[in-house]
């Protein structure tokens, strides 16, 4: 069967659709996305600005109309962090149902980083052992880990990289003291969370799989080989740390010029790398690995999972 799914996130409007079956792996077929970049439109009450909402509005009748043309069996919608967190969240959803036709499943942050684990444990298997995760998004990060298909801890603080972006870095470019304001904010908001994720086992793979994180393993990082001959990404802190001042005195037109950095993220990936650097070295991660599959994956395989049960309860 067909199954479409939309993710609504804080940067992008985001249109997986793929072809699946109980037991197997789902094969995309179509993949669309729009940058709304939600953060930006966020009015001082926490609203969702009426030019905000009239991205989403374009953004969501768009996917609907790609839906229509295509023969779908399923169609998911989920929202995360913008929509989750907003004052006129309500309403949002209600347009955005009204649109799509279809209930639209907020996800809470818990189960947002309990899903993204999901698919990364999937991707890298059961020989990966204890998985730390880190999935930064436009409003939130994301951490989790766990020996199982599901973490032992999940945690989601108000983190992400456009939201940072927002309250820290307004200026273009930022500079330094920029930098070094978000990053105490960050091991404050972290603080807490640091001293539970230091209880559990330590991690024998580290993983980070988010759309932000890509960008900065481009950047930063380097391939390696896989065992199957496929290409690895890691990124290492270190590496990852020494950028961190020269996009801070980058202007943000002149950032997507740099490897891996597109135009939808060059207005917050320094936010995103200073939280990403901030959050490895408070949870002692040296370096991490690149994860293809995220939450969209994460969704699509527990509808799978859900199609399994029902086929041998047959």
Same mark, same amino acid.
Request: hydrophobic share 50%; proline share 6%.
């Given at each position: 069967?067909?199954?479409?799914?939309?993710?609504?996130?804080?940067?992008?409007?985001?249109?997986?659709?793929?072809?699946?079956?109980?037991?197997?792996?789902?094969?995309?077929?179509?993949?669309?996305?729009?940058?709304?970049?939600?953060?930006?439109?966020?009015?001082?009450?926490?609203?969702?600005?009426?030019?905000?909402? $009239?991205?989403?509005?374009?953004?969501?009748? %768009?996917?609907?109309?790609?839906?229509?043309?295509?023969?779908?069996? $399923? *169609?998911?919608?989920?929202?995360?962090?913008?929509?989750?967190?907003?004052?006129?969240?309500?309403?949002?959803?209600?347009?955005?149902?009204?649109?799509?036709?279809?209930?639209?499943?907020?996800?809470?942050?818990?189960?947002?980083?309990?899903?993204?684990?999901?698919?990364?444990?999937?991707?890298?298997?059961?020989?990966?052992?204890?998985?730390? #995760?880190?999935?930064?998004?436009?409003?939130?990060?994301?951490?989790?880990?766990?020996?199982?298909?599901?973490?032992?801890?999940?945690?989601?603080?108000?983190?992400?990289?456009?939201?940072?972006?927002?309250? *820290?870095?307004?200026?273009?470019?930022?500079?330094?003291?920029?930098?070094?304001?978000? %990053?105490?904010?960050?091991?404050?908001?972290?603080?807490?969370?640091?001293?539970? *994720?230091?209880?559990?086992?330590?991690?024998?793979?580290?993983?980070?799989?988010?759309?932000?994180?890509?960008? #900065?393993?481009?950047?930063?990082?380097?391939?390696?080989?896989?065992?199957?001959?496929?290409?690895?990404?890691?990124?290492?802190?270190?590496?990852?740390?020494?950028?961190?001042?020269?996009?801070?005195?980058?202007?943000?037109?002149?950032?997507?010029?740099?490897?891996?950095?597109?135009?939808?993220?060059? *207005?917050?990936?320094?936010?995103?790398?200073?939280?990403?650097?901030?959050?490895?070295?408070?949870?002692?991660?040296?370096?991490?690995?690149?994860?293809?599959?995220?939450? %969209? $994956?994460?969704?699509?395989?527990?509808?799978?999972?859900?199609?399994?049960?029902?086929?041998?309860? %047959?």
């Amino acid at each position: 069967m067909r199954l479409a799914v939309l993710d609504i996130g804080s940067n992008t409007v985001h249109l997986l659709m793929a072809d699946v079956r109980p037991g197997g792996r789902p094969l995309a077929v179509t993949s669309e996305r729009a940058v709304v970049r939600l953060m930006r439109f966020l009015t001082p009450d926490g609203a969702i600005s009426d030019e905000g909402v $009239e991205a989403l509005r374009d953004a969501t009748t %768009r996917a609907r109309d790609i839906v229509a043309g295509e023969r779908i069996d $399923e *169609f998911l919608a989920t929202a995360t962090s913008a929509v989750r967190g907003a004052t006129n969240g309500a309403a949002v959803i209600a347009m955005i149902e009204h649109i799509l036709g279809t209930e639209l499943q907020v996800l809470d942050g818990e189960t947002e980083a309990r899903l993204t684990f999901l698919a990364v444990r999937r991707w890298f298997g059961w020989a990966s052992g204890n998985i730390l #995760l880190f999935d930064i998004g436009g409003g939130s990060l994301e951490l989790a880990t766990g020996a199982d298909e599901l973490p032992d801890v999940a945690a989601s603080v108000p983190l992400g990289a456009g939201r940072m972006t927002v309250q *820290f870095m307004p200026d273009d470019p930022p500079g330094d003291a920029a930098v070094e304001a978000l %990053r105490a904010h960050a091991r404050a908001v972290l603080a807490p969370v640091a001293d539970t *994720f230091a209880a559990q086992p330590r991690p024998d793979h580290i993983v980070g799989s988010s759309k932000a994180i890509r960008s #900065l393993a481009r950047l930063a990082g380097f391939p390696v080989a896989g065992w199957n001959g496929s290409e690895r990404m890691l990124l290492p802190r270190a590496a990852l740390g020494s950028w961190i001042p020269r996009l801070a005195h980058i202007p943000a037109s002149a950032r997507q010029e740099l490897p891996g950095i597109t135009p939808d993220r060059t *207005f917050q990936i320094v936010a995103g790398a200073v939280v990403l650097h901030t959050a490895m070295e408070m949870l002692g991660a040296g370096e991490l690995e690149v994860s293809p599959w995220a939450l %969209r $994956e994460g969704v699509l395989l527990r509808y799978i999972e859900s199609m399994a049960w029902d086929h041998l309860g %047959r």
